[in-house]
């Protein structure tokens, strides 16, 4: 992948990251806007996830480069749905447990964050054993806060 087009994707991710907690609280005026907030954001999370996912796979050469701009994506966006599981947010793809198990929620957005951080560490070394197996650790994150908090 191309370096320059590496400086758009990280202006991108630096200015949600810098301007999502000013603008996150008065975004959500309407519960619609804090749920339409946080799919878009898992959304753009799980593009990025899967294009690393393709080169895990198999299906897609591995581009040093192109994972590791991946996992930066998915790295940036990971902390900022969790703040659109505030009260009075419920609906959409979201059960009721997120907010009825509101400590046992947060310790998976903590460890779905953790591992993906790791996936990105292991994504900058560029070593591909690793990336897999840091991959299927932050697969497995996603897939347990999916089979417990959202509906089918």
């Known amino acids: 992948m191309n370096k320059l087009l590496l400086i758009p994707i990280f202006l991108t991710v630096l200015a949600i990251t810098l301007l999502s907690p000013l603008t996150a609280k008065a975004q959500f005026a309407k519960t619609e806007d804090a749920?339409?907030?946080?799919?878009?954001?898992?959304?753009?999370?799980?593009?990025?996830?899967?294009?690393?996912?393709?080169?895990?796979?198999g299906e897609k050469p591995f581009?040093?480069?192109?994972?590791?701009?991946n996992a930066a994506?998915?790295?940036?966006?990971?902390?900022?749905?969790?703040?659109?599981f505030g009260p009075d947010t419920e609906g959409g793809k979201s059960l009721p447990e997120i907010w009825k198990e509101s400590d046992k929620f947060k310790a998976?957005?903590?460890?779905?964050?953790?591992?993906?951080?790791e996936l990105n560490t292991a994504a900058k070394a560029g070593d591909l054993d690793t990336i897999k197996k840091a991959f299927g650790a932050a697969g497995q994150s996603c897939k347990a806060c999916h089979d417990n908090y959202r509906k089918k």
Request: proline fraction near 2%; aromatic fraction near 8%.
């Open 63 to 69: 581009d040093k480069a192109e994972v590791a701009a």
């Open 35 to 57: 749920i339409k907030y946080r799919q878009s954001t898992f959304s753009v999370m799980g593009t990025h996830f899967s294009r690393i996912g393709a080169v895990v796979k």
């Open 108 to 117: 998976s957005s903590d460890k779905m964050q953790k591992a993906v951080a």
């Open 73 to 84: 994506v998915v790295a940036s966006l990971a902390h900022l749905p969790w703040q659109a």
